[in-house]
């Protein structure tokens, strides 16, 4: 086809290319030179220009001084940054029009290849030419505002973003300087969409890196794609320049659009071929060009098709269906155990689906969890720190995110961290979300804290797993199988039925007793104005349920309080007032709410106490009675039984109260107690100075705790202070206070001896639980337990067997070892916890013990006589029903008890730890660790100290023998709820659960105990029984009841001490007596101004004996203080710096009216063994034996058995 000269194709096309090559070329020689001359003139000034230096993109921080001595071109510098950097309304505005004006001007060229015979006239009398004229001066002007505003400009010149302005633009004013268009390189504006995907992620629209990519992609291929076509239509439609005639032909943008996809497909369907040389010069440069682009995208493009599985989709929530979000570590026994206690029929409430989001693909144990809960869980790929994964899966309308911990790892606070930021990235998405954390370390705890919207009175919670765990090991120190005890009410379990309670079977009693758990109820108004104690044995007798705790809110403050067995007159039910109840399912703390007092007094099954339609169920209302231990009925109201109890206790109250004050009436103002009041507290204490000699210490230590802490530089720290905290909360009287010795590595101890140097009586010995020697130097078989901790190495194990072969491979060492009576004190020590034989243990597995396991299946390789199937729970185990071993896994159900129920964790922290309060919280978090109290008040630490404990108590102990005893002094057989109702009523004393011993044959060997967690009222308790208590701060225990007999040295190597002009004190009395009869025995006296006062002892913790006025000290006969005085009545003259601190607290039934807190050196080892060494390592180290004394207060002993004349 021979067109006209004067139309488009004949038009003088090397003016148009000219144009753009001179632009461009010119362009860098001017930038070049400039730069050049900045140069000079800045050697020749030795100043910066203006203009090359930093400028700020906001001209509002620019102070208005410094602004006006700007120059006119800086502050123009600035404007243009702002603009093309796409700051403020303007900048984002003039980006978005950039890029459409790019589209426009590409739209107009591709029309215009179309109208041919339009083209064939002047330029201006173009419509076409007049828009692409126009659009191309506006991307004229933002050419230069970008150039104005880039720093380098020559990297500006070059990018190709300037290129294609430089190509199109000039032309076209060329174009309207000569009047005749030429359509030319205008195809080159379709390579501005390669860089589409960049402005939109400037501007913030691609938020995703892998939307990113995949944007940039199809750019990519899409812009140079229709360049490709634009140039093999410019080269067909004007032929090979040298050809005369011309090769040229006529050919759609559409067919070189479409040939060059043929092309690149690599299919090539022939019905488009090049006609010229040049376009068959171009065809086999592109295929080469876009073979490779094509195949540069084929990874990116295989990972977008086969990484879309059916985890990559999104949840979509149904109408009538609510959802919340569990992320962090997912695995199939976290999913599975998450799962079973959620969805138990017991607790859950409507209908709810469990969303897991993980960035890991499922496992295949995870995929027969999702099977098996398919209906109600759903499994989505992503992370929550990705917004778009968070919208995935509807964060905007879930109830609550739980975000679970790997509690088997080897880094745990790696592992913290990771879930710190899913807080943190959840928070900031979505502020007000309720989100409940776990983490394995307590320190991670204050981080959480500093989250500005992190709301606990909004239900945020954060469950730290180690310190629970570890709270409940303290707790099984005075209260063996606490632990096990515990772990059942946190978990929700089914139960065989009333009828198994009473059967000879063990494991049946244990499988009932664990189907009980914690929930919670508003009070009915028939229980306003009752005490606690009244209201929880009408609950336990009449309603079967057992009123643990209750919440109310404080209407000064606000906030909400909770007191765990509280046995304060003020602890009165009000209005508005929340119970914690103890039972099978959360449909029979209804009855707690329905309650009426004069509907339901003399219904005496509880499963007819229904809601009645009485008007009014208040206090005084209808006849409702307090239930006694022979009978359900009585004659008067609750509000006079209320009363009547409330002063029978006050009498209790105000005798006990004696043993908590001296003789001004402040609360045991000699010892040292942190800022909260809530632990005992002494002056920090240097690791190597509390480090034990082996020799030494063998024959002084008895009645005390061992922590067993293997592990080495490559451990991370356990957390010891999450177990010898609870150990020395100030609600535990002074006198029953352990003494605690850690076996394990120094440096290892070092990594947490920071958080654990302010507890008085903590030693630490150098060695091993897998060596014999060592065990043996801390007399393992004469404490009261003994603690095994698992350990975490900072590598990884293969198989999760070997995950405990330390725990395991120790209390196996400790079973088979055998303590020859040679190697023992000559005296016995009376009973235990664990009712050993009457002699000193000499078998390894008579040592009390709890093991500590990671993986809860190295159950079965801790006791070697169980008949358990290895295919049975953790739970389910006997180790585990007897409390002598605990695994972790097993406290995974109490994250859906806190989502049920926020404030139940509360609770729990107060059982396990001993103490929470918010202000020991922001402490910790602020500190790390205690702080000194000072100028603590006499009521503060009263109020601070009146909390309950964990204890165990046999039928034979006081207080409860004085309900099981009968006159004969024998244990009579009794009911649970008659014993309850007995402790509570008087003494306000909680019980329970029953420890039994699995055989309870007399005869029988075995002395192994088994955990019953709250039997039924008619559940008949055993002699040998013992009941697991929740006793009030003010009553005094009976030292025998703690086993605490003190054991008599051998003769030590240190140089004894004789004392001249002395003479007995006590008399030796030869008659046994016996413990339940001490009430009704003589008095033993001795003048207390005859005791000699030895004042060269130092006791390290800080600590001060009351000084005593000259009174008769009395002792109960049969308490630890008796048998003491008898044992040294009789003994030679000579001591063996054997000194014993004068006790003057026998227990709560001792006669004398003003009592004094002991000091027993029975619980706080002060001879030769400990702190002070031997009388002649201290004569050998005077120096620093005077700077001890300087440093610590001066501790006052008594010695007994002589006193001068």
Partial sequence: MILPKTCFYVTNWWVFIASSAATFLGGLIIIWLIRVLNIVCWKKNKVNPNHLRPLNVFTNQIRLQEYKNISFYARLQRFAISVSSGYGFLGKLLGILNILASLGVLTLYVLQTYNVNKNCVLAWKNYLFQAEFSTNMFLLGFFFVRLLGAVDKIAFWVDLNSIVDMLTIPPIIVAALLNSDWQGLKFCRSLIICKIPDTLRYFGILASSERTKVAKMICNITGWWLAAAGAFHLIETNGDPWNVPSNARTISYFESVWYHMVTMSTVGYGDIVPNTILGRVFAMIFIIGGLALFGSYIPLLAEILFSKTKYQGRYIRASEKTHIIVSGCINGDNAKNFLRDFFHKDRVKGNIKVVFLSKNKPSPKMEEVLKKNFASTLYLQGSVLEPEDLDRVA??????????????????????????????????????MKVIVQINRYKSRSVLQNIPSWRPEKGDAVICLSSLKLGLFAQSCYSPGFSTLMTNILTTRSTNGESAWHSGDWLSQYTNGSAHELYTRKLSAAFHGLSFAVTAEVCYRQLNLLLLAIEFKDPITRERKFYVNPSSKEAIITENTFGYFITDSSRDTRRAFDYCGTCHADILDPKKILKCHCKNVGLFQGNSVIPNPNSIKASNGLASTSRQYDNQRDSIVKKSMHLLEDAAGCPVRDFAFDSTGMFYWSKKKELEDVILDRDTVYEDMHSHVVICAY????????????????????????????????????????????????????????????????????????????????????????????????SILASLNIKATDFKPIDLPDKEIIGGVFNRPGGVPTKGHQVPMLIDL?????V??????????????????????????????????????????????????????????QELERQLAEYSRLQPGSNLSCEFLQSSRDRCRVSQLGLNEMPLAEFAVN???????CSFGELFSFAMRTYSIMCLGVYRLKNTDPRSLCRKRFVITLPPSRFIVLPSDRIFVLVPFHIKLPVHARNQQPLTRPKSKGKSVTTKNTRTVATQTETELNPVTAQTAPY????????????????????????????????TPGSNDYNHFRHYSNDPLTYNNDYRSVSTLPSVYSHDSKLYEPVSLDQRPLTSGLYERSRERRSKKSKKNKAEKERYPMMQLYEIGSVDT
């Fill in 711 to 806: 592990g080495d530089d490559n451990t991370a720290p356990v957390g010891l202070a999450a177990i010898i905290g609870p150990l020395r909360t100030s609600n535990i009287p002074i006198d029953e206070l352990k003494t605690i010795i850690i076996l394990g590595d120094i440096q290892y101890i070092r990594k947490d001896w920071e958080n654990i140097c302010n507890f008085h009586n903590v030693y630490v010995m150098h060695g091993s639980p897998l060596r014999r020697g060592d065990i043996r130097s801390v007399n393992i078989n004469l404490c009261d337990m003994c603690i095994v901790l698992a350990i975490k190495t900072k590598f990884d194990i293969d198989d999760p067997f070997l995950e405990d072969r330390e």
């Fill in 854 to 858: 990671v993986n809860g299946d190295n």
């Fill in 395 to 432: 964060i905007k309308e879930a109830n609550a995110c739980i975000i679970l911990c790997d509690k088997s790892c080897a880094d745990p606070e790696r592992d913290d961290a990771e879930n710190v930021m899913r807080v943190i990235a959840i928070k900031n998405y979505m502020p007000y």
């Fill in 967 to 973: 006159s004969q002094g024998e244990v009579a057989t």
């Fill in 1084 to 1115: 033993v006296s001795m003048p207390i101004e005859d005791a000699t006062i030895l004042t060269d002892q130092i006791q390290p913790d800080g600590f001060l004996v009351h000084k005593l006025s000259s009174r008769n000290l009395v002792v």
């Fill in 860 to 917: 079965e390789f801790v006791d070697d006589d169980d008949d358990d199937d290895p295919d049975l729970e953790v739970h389910l185990t006997q180790p585990f029903a007897c409390g002598t071993a605990f695994a972790s896994t097993v406290l995974d159900s109490l994250t859906s008890m806190v989502y049920y129920n926020r404030s139940c964790l509360s609770i729990i922290k107060g059982l396990v730890t001993g103490t929470f309060t």
